[in-house]
């Protein structure tokens, strides 16, 4: 009569980490379906990916054609808006195709706004200023994180 197997060896026996990952058809069958699902993902947000690169050569257009003295007064004083703005939603549109979240993007897009806003202001960045800017996107994200 065969003896049975002790549960405490089968839990230590699942609680190891596998080590031929490649050679079970059923985890290649379950890694191609994740793969194939993230490639679907990106090729739903392609538009947002065109977005980005219309944006982008905007931006590089406001970059090597126009005069920076020609937008630096545009609108408000000394705020250079019209690249502000270009390099906004060029950022923003991009980091959210990257990450394929909308409000990561966002708040990412604005977090190099900012930073750029500064640098253009001519204000010394240092780590305790980055950090200042960064902790309360990421607080609003951890928490909208945990609302949803």
Same mark, same amino acid.
């Given at each position: 009569?065969?003896? /049975?197997? %002790?549960?405490?060896? #089968?839990?230590?026996? /699942?609680?190891?980490?596998?080590?031929?990952?490649?050679?079970?058809? !059923?985890?290649?069958?379950?890694?191609?379906?994740? &793969?194939?699902?993230? !490639?679907?993902?990106?090729?739903?947000?392609?538009?947002?990916? &065109?977005?980005?690169?219309?944006?982008?050569?905007?931006?590089?257009?406001?970059?090597?054609? !126009? %005069? +920076?003295?020609?937008?630096?007064?545009?609108?408000?004083?000394?705020?250079?808006? +019209?690249? $502000?703005? %270009? &390099?906004?939603?060029?950022?923003?549109?991009?980091? %959210? *195709?990257? =990450?394929?979240?909308?409000?990561?993007?966002?708040? =990412? /897009?604005? *977090?190099? $706004?900012?930073?750029?806003?500064?640098?253009?202001?001519? !204000?010394?960045?240092?780590?305790?200023?980055? =950090?200042? $800017?960064?902790? +309360?996107?990421?607080?609003?994200? #951890?928490? /909208?994180?945990?609302?949803?």
């Amino acid at each position: 009569m065969p003896r /049975a197997r %002790s549960r405490l060896q #089968v839990k230590k026996l /699942a609680s190891q980490p596998q080590k031929n990952l490649g050679k079970n058809p !059923v985890q290649n069958s379950l890694l191609l379906t994740n &793969f194939k699902s993230l !490639v679907a993902n990106y090729c739903h947000h392609l538009v947002t990916l &065109f977005f980005a690169f219309i944006f982008s050569f905007i931006t590089y257009s406001i970059l090597t054609k !126009v %005069s +920076p003295d020609s937008i630096k007064h545009f609108i408000l004083p000394n705020s250079y808006l +019209p690249f $502000l703005i %270009s &390099f906004f939603l060029a950022s923003f549109f991009l980091l %959210s *195709f990257l =990450l394929l979240h909308t409000r990561r993007g966002f708040l =990412l /897009a604005i *977090f190099l $706004l900012i930073t750029l806003f500064l640098k253009l202001q001519q !204000v010394e960045i240092t780590y305790l200023i980055l =950090l200042s $800017l960064f902790l +309360p996107l990421a607080l609003i994200e #951890v928490i /909208a994180s945990l609302i949803k």
